[in-house]
């Protein structure tokens, strides 16, 4: 897709302006990238279903590596999704993550790492879903594209407006603590779109395995953004 590939080199060649996401660096040495895949052989111990189980799972995780803060996830093939019905269903489940999480503390500052605009917020409050989420618009070049925050605190979303302006830098929300989260272990879930398909407030985070081809026009590379080492690109 032409726009996909120019919004992807307007990106690259902007990189040196983004804001950190977090406060915490993200290249640093103490954040590592966590394997949510089948792959990863001490999943078969956590009970997902259970949130509080699951956020110590996540914490040991992190101490086994020495770090403070995990990534990754960017259209990883997860078997964790099968904690909630929200990603089953009578045809084929969804597993394919679209973005990036970051796993950290709950309640730590969330930065707008571009300069843009309130698209919507809502809170998406089903098990499993998003909880509080903030979509905003972002040009450059005459492109439009859009990030997505999820897994926030409910006050995040206090005295937001449509069109609301965000300059690179500000801080737009908190990391949301479990359940108003949408009972996950605290994390942010960082998506980047170049195409919203006319939705508002709430977006797929997670795909079926059969439409990888469709939501990777879609869903670009959240590291584009990040621009962390621990996430495989080149930074």
Known sequence: METTAKLISLLTAHASSFAPILDHDLNAPDVVRLDFTAANQTLLQADFKDTAS???????MLREKNATVGVGGYFEDRVIYRRSEHFGGAGESRSLHLGVDIWAPAHIPIYAPLAGTVH????????????????????????IFYTLYGHLSRTSLDGLSVGKPIAAGDQIATMGPYPENG???????????ADLLGKSGDFPGVCAPSEEEYYRQICLDPNLVLRSRHLGQDV
Do not use: K
């Open 120 to 143: 919507s917020f809502q809170d998406n409050a089903n098990f499993g879903d998003y909880g509080p989420t903030i979509i905003l618009q972002h040009e450059l070049d005459g492109i």
């Open 54 to 60: 699951f956020e110590q799972f996540v914490q040991e």
């Open 183 to 193: 009972d996950w272990p605290p994390h942010l879930h960082f998506q980047l779109m």
